[in-house]
């Protein structure tokens, strides 16, 4: 094995700040703010995909104050990186209400590119392949 089987999460210089019971409200861009090199990204509303993305790359884009984009993959427990990643995001939404709960979620730019950009092809969606639905495997 070339790298940890755990998530980004758990060597990130950062993961101290992260909130216990983190909700999110609203997800920002990284343009949008300037982020605290010492806070958890994503308790500062990025959207980090460190909980869904294998360690073992040195955390390069934290150490940039960037946000994870998971190219390191999954872990080995994952079939799916990117419903891991819409998962774990999924899960920190701080809200009960669907109304709140859209308009968080549609501050994410294109979803299917932000959480497959690197898995797209194994994933587990499905796709039509000469008229029948077929599961990528």
């Known amino acids: 094995m070339l790298a940890p089987d755990t998530a980004l999460c758990s060597e990130c210089d950062r993961r101290d700040t992260k909130p ?11 343009h949008e703010i300037v982020a605290d090199e010492g806070t958890c ?5 990025l959207l980090c995909l460190g909980p869904a993305t294998r360690s073992g790359c ?3 884009c934290i ?4 946000p994870c984009t998971g190219c390191f993959g999954p ?3 994952v079939r799916d990186q990117g419903a891991k990643a819409l998962s774990a995001i999924a899960s920190l939404v701080g809200s009960d209400d669907p109304d709140e709960i859209d308009r968080i979620l549609e501050a994410i730019p294109d979803p299917v590119g932000t959480f497959y950009r690197y898995g797209l092809p194994h994933s587990l969606l499905v796709r039509r392949r000469r008229g029948t639905a077929e599961t990528t495997v």
């Open 41 to 45: 990204l994503l308790a500062q509303g």
């Open 58 to 60: 040195g955390a390069l």
């Open 63 to 66: 150490h940039g104050n960037m």
């Open 20 to 30: 216990e019971d983190l909700q999110i409200t609203e997800f920002k861009r990284p």
């Open 75 to 77: 872990t080995g427990s």
